[in-house]
T-cell receptor, first 111, second 115 residues
Framework: EDKVVQSPLSLVVHEGDTVTLNCSYE??????LLWYKQEKKAPTFLFML????IEKKSGRLSSILDKKELFSILNITATQTGDSAVYLC???????????FGQGTTLQVKP | NAGVTQTPKFQVLKTGQSMTLQCAQD?????MYWYRQDPGMGLRLIYY???????DKGEVPNGYNVSRLNKREFSLRLESAAPSQTSVYFC??????????????FGQGTRLTVV
Protein backbone atom coordinates (compact mmCIF):
# COMPACT_ATOMS: atom_id res chain seq x y z
CA GLU A 1 0.00 0.00 0.00
CA ASP A 2 1.30 3.44 -0.93
CA LYS A 3 2.28 5.48 2.10
CA VAL A 4 3.86 8.86 2.94
CA VAL A 5 5.04 9.60 6.47
CA GLN A 6 6.23 12.99 7.66
CA SER A 7 8.14 13.82 10.79
CA PRO A 8 8.03 15.54 13.11
CA LEU A 9 4.28 16.19 13.18
CA SER A 10 4.82 19.53 14.86
CA LEU A 11 7.73 21.76 15.66
CA VAL A 12 8.18 25.02 17.57
CA VAL A 13 11.32 27.08 16.97
CA HIS A 14 12.52 30.65 17.38
CA GLU A 15 13.28 33.08 14.62
CA GLY A 16 16.71 32.48 13.17
CA ASP A 17 16.73 28.75 13.86
CA THR A 18 17.27 26.17 11.11
CA VAL A 19 14.74 23.37 10.75
CA THR A 20 14.74 20.07 8.89
CA LEU A 21 11.48 18.40 7.95
CA ASN A 22 11.42 14.76 6.92
CA CYS A 23 9.31 12.81 4.45
CA SER A 24 9.62 9.06 3.90
CA TYR A 25 7.57 7.13 1.39
CA GLU A 26 6.60 3.80 -0.06
CA UNK A 27 4.98 3.98 -3.46
CA UNK A 28 4.61 1.77 -6.48
CA UNK A 29 6.53 3.18 -9.44
CA UNK A 30 7.70 6.49 -8.03
CA UNK A 31 7.09 9.46 -10.32
CA UNK A 32 7.84 12.57 -8.25
CA LEU A 33 7.87 14.01 -4.73
CA LEU A 34 6.26 17.38 -4.10
CA TRP A 35 6.56 19.78 -1.16
CA TYR A 36 3.82 22.29 -0.37
CA LYS A 37 3.29 25.04 2.21
CA GLN A 38 -0.20 25.58 3.60
CA GLU A 39 -1.38 28.62 5.56
CA LYS A 40 -5.11 28.26 6.31
CA LYS A 41 -6.01 28.01 2.63
CA ALA A 42 -5.04 25.89 -0.37
CA PRO A 43 -1.49 24.48 -0.42
CA THR A 44 1.09 26.45 -2.36
CA PHE A 45 3.81 24.67 -4.31
CA LEU A 46 7.41 24.73 -3.10
CA PHE A 47 9.46 22.03 -4.83
CA MET A 48 9.21 19.05 -7.12
CA LEU A 49 11.90 16.36 -6.85
CA UNK A 50 12.38 13.52 -9.27
CA UNK A 51 16.09 12.65 -9.13
CA UNK A 52 18.24 11.61 -6.18
CA UNK A 53 20.94 13.89 -4.84
CA ILE A 54 19.99 17.03 -6.71
CA GLU A 55 19.22 19.86 -4.32
CA LYS A 56 16.42 22.24 -5.15
CA LYS A 57 16.77 25.68 -3.59
CA SER A 58 14.58 28.74 -3.27
CA GLY A 59 15.82 31.46 -0.98
CA ARG A 60 16.11 30.06 2.53
CA LEU A 61 14.34 26.81 1.58
CA SER A 62 16.02 23.78 0.07
CA SER A 63 15.10 20.16 -0.48
CA ILE A 64 16.74 16.96 -1.58
CA LEU A 65 15.57 13.46 -2.46
CA ASP A 66 17.12 10.06 -1.74
CA LYS A 67 15.42 7.47 -3.94
CA LYS A 68 17.50 4.62 -2.56
CA GLU A 69 16.48 5.23 1.06
CA LEU A 70 13.03 6.54 0.01
CA PHE A 71 13.00 9.88 1.77
CA SER A 72 13.26 13.59 1.27
CA ILE A 73 14.14 16.49 3.55
CA LEU A 74 13.04 20.10 3.48
CA ASN A 75 15.41 22.57 5.12
CA ILE A 76 14.53 26.08 6.18
CA THR A 77 17.40 28.27 7.34
CA ALA A 78 17.15 31.53 9.31
CA THR A 79 13.45 30.90 9.99
CA GLN A 80 11.02 33.83 10.15
CA THR A 81 7.54 34.08 11.66
CA GLY A 82 6.16 34.03 8.12
CA ASP A 83 7.45 30.47 7.76
CA SER A 84 4.82 29.33 10.28
CA ALA A 85 2.60 26.93 8.33
CA VAL A 86 1.82 23.31 7.67
CA TYR A 87 4.35 21.72 5.32
CA LEU A 88 3.00 18.88 3.20
CA CYS A 89 4.86 16.21 1.29
CA UNK A 90 3.21 14.27 -1.55
CA UNK A 91 4.37 11.39 -3.72
CA UNK A 92 3.03 10.49 -7.14
CA UNK A 93 2.88 7.06 -8.72
CA UNK A 94 3.52 6.77 -12.42
CA UNK A 95 1.54 3.59 -13.02
CA UNK A 96 -1.61 4.37 -11.02
CA UNK A 97 -1.64 8.15 -11.30
CA UNK A 98 -2.27 8.33 -7.55
CA UNK A 99 -0.93 11.34 -5.58
CA UNK A 100 -0.66 10.63 -1.84
CA PHE A 101 0.06 13.16 0.90
CA GLY A 102 1.64 12.75 4.30
CA GLN A 103 0.09 14.02 7.53
CA GLY A 104 1.97 17.29 7.33
CA THR A 105 4.38 19.01 9.71
CA THR A 106 3.04 22.02 11.60
CA LEU A 107 5.83 24.55 12.06
CA GLN A 108 5.48 27.44 14.47
CA VAL A 109 8.20 30.09 14.46
CA LYS A 110 8.19 32.32 17.53
CA PRO A 111 9.61 35.85 17.47
CA ASN B 1 -6.39 32.33 -15.92
CA ALA B 2 -8.67 30.55 -13.44
CA GLY B 3 -6.67 27.35 -12.81
CA VAL B 4 -8.77 25.04 -10.60
CA THR B 5 -12.21 26.29 -9.57
CA GLN B 6 -14.22 24.64 -6.80
CA THR B 7 -17.77 25.38 -5.79
CA PRO B 8 -19.24 26.02 -3.31
CA LYS B 9 -16.73 27.58 -0.88
CA PHE B 10 -18.90 26.89 2.16
CA GLN B 11 -21.81 24.54 2.80
CA VAL B 12 -23.85 23.43 5.78
CA LEU B 13 -25.85 20.22 5.41
CA LYS B 14 -28.18 18.33 7.66
CA THR B 15 -27.44 14.66 8.30
CA GLY B 16 -28.86 12.60 5.47
CA GLN B 17 -28.92 15.38 2.88
CA SER B 18 -27.05 15.00 -0.38
CA MET B 19 -24.87 17.41 -2.29
CA THR B 20 -22.34 17.61 -5.10
CA LEU B 21 -19.06 19.49 -4.97
CA GLN B 22 -18.00 20.77 -8.34
CA CYS B 23 -14.47 21.11 -9.65
CA ALA B 24 -13.28 22.39 -13.01
CA GLN B 25 -9.80 23.06 -14.36
CA ASP B 26 -8.87 25.01 -17.47
CA UNK B 27 -5.26 23.78 -17.82
CA UNK B 28 -6.06 20.73 -19.95
CA UNK B 29 -4.76 18.46 -17.19
CA UNK B 30 -5.37 14.74 -17.51
CA UNK B 31 -5.47 13.79 -13.79
CA MET B 32 -7.80 15.15 -11.14
CA TYR B 33 -8.14 14.42 -7.40
CA TRP B 34 -10.45 14.95 -4.47
CA TYR B 35 -8.99 15.23 -0.96
CA ARG B 36 -10.37 15.90 2.46
CA GLN B 37 -8.42 17.65 5.18
CA ASP B 38 -9.12 17.22 8.87
CA PRO B 39 -7.04 18.70 11.69
CA GLY B 40 -3.72 16.90 12.04
CA MET B 41 -4.47 14.52 9.15
CA GLY B 42 -2.85 16.15 6.17
CA LEU B 43 -4.68 15.62 2.89
CA ARG B 44 -6.36 12.25 2.49
CA LEU B 45 -7.21 11.06 -0.99
CA ILE B 46 -10.90 10.27 -1.51
CA TYR B 47 -11.06 9.48 -5.23
CA TYR B 48 -8.99 10.29 -8.24
CA UNK B 49 -9.25 10.21 -12.00
CA UNK B 50 -5.93 9.51 -13.69
CA UNK B 51 -7.40 10.26 -17.10
CA UNK B 52 -10.71 11.16 -18.68
CA UNK B 53 -13.07 8.21 -18.45
CA UNK B 54 -11.42 6.56 -15.42
CA UNK B 55 -11.97 6.92 -11.69
CA ASP B 56 -10.38 5.06 -8.78
CA LYS B 57 -10.77 4.88 -5.04
CA GLY B 58 -8.25 6.58 -2.83
CA GLU B 59 -7.60 6.15 0.89
CA VAL B 60 -11.02 7.17 2.25
CA PRO B 61 -13.71 6.58 -0.44
CA ASN B 62 -16.59 5.37 1.75
CA GLY B 63 -19.64 7.62 1.63
CA TYR B 64 -18.57 9.36 -1.59
CA ASN B 65 -19.03 8.98 -5.32
CA VAL B 66 -17.35 10.80 -8.17
CA SER B 67 -17.95 11.58 -11.81
CA ARG B 68 -15.35 12.63 -14.35
CA LEU B 69 -17.81 14.44 -16.57
CA ASN B 70 -15.22 15.41 -19.19
CA LYS B 71 -11.56 16.33 -19.18
CA ARG B 72 -12.25 19.63 -17.38
CA GLU B 73 -14.71 18.59 -14.69
CA PHE B 74 -14.56 16.17 -11.76
CA SER B 75 -17.41 16.20 -9.25
CA LEU B 76 -17.68 14.68 -5.77
CA ARG B 77 -21.07 13.57 -4.45
CA LEU B 78 -22.19 12.88 -0.90
CA GLU B 79 -25.36 10.81 -1.18
CA SER B 80 -26.30 10.86 2.50
CA ALA B 81 -24.15 13.25 4.49
CA ALA B 82 -22.91 12.26 7.93
CA PRO B 83 -21.28 14.39 10.65
CA SER B 84 -18.04 12.43 10.06
CA GLN B 85 -17.89 14.05 6.63
CA THR B 86 -17.47 17.50 8.14
CA SER B 87 -14.18 18.58 6.66
CA VAL B 88 -12.41 20.85 4.20
CA TYR B 89 -12.41 19.39 0.71
CA PHE B 90 -9.81 20.19 -1.94
CA CYS B 91 -9.82 19.41 -5.61
CA UNK B 92 -6.49 19.21 -7.43
CA UNK B 93 -5.28 18.57 -10.95
CA UNK B 94 -1.98 17.59 -12.50
CA UNK B 95 -0.72 16.92 -15.98
CA UNK B 96 1.70 14.10 -16.61
CA UNK B 97 2.53 13.90 -20.28
CA UNK B 98 5.13 11.32 -21.16
CA UNK B 99 8.55 12.22 -19.78
CA UNK B 100 7.41 15.41 -18.03
CA UNK B 101 6.55 15.97 -14.38
CA UNK B 102 4.53 18.91 -13.08
CA UNK B 103 3.21 19.99 -9.72
CA UNK B 104 -0.42 19.62 -8.65
CA UNK B 105 -2.65 22.70 -8.71
CA PHE B 106 -5.34 23.14 -6.08
CA GLY B 107 -8.76 24.69 -5.87
CA GLN B 108 -9.50 27.06 -3.00
CA GLY B 109 -11.30 24.45 -0.94
CA THR B 110 -14.86 23.80 0.28
CA ARG B 111 -15.59 23.96 3.98
CA LEU B 112 -18.40 21.50 4.62
CA THR B 113 -20.23 21.17 7.91
CA VAL B 114 -22.74 18.39 8.49
CA VAL B 115 -25.03 18.91 11.48
Amino acid sequence: EDKVVQSPLSLVVHEGDTVTLNCSYEVTNFRSLLWYKQEKKAPTFLFMLTSSGIEKKSGRLSSILDKKELFSILNITATQTGDSAVYLCAVGSSNTGKLIFGQGTTLQVKP
Amino acid sequence: NAGVTQTPKFQVLKTGQSMTLQCAQDMNHNSMYWYRQDPGMGLRLIYYSASEGTTDKGEVPNGYNVSRLNKREFSLRLESAAPSQTSVYFCASINVPAGVNTEAFFGQGTRLTVV
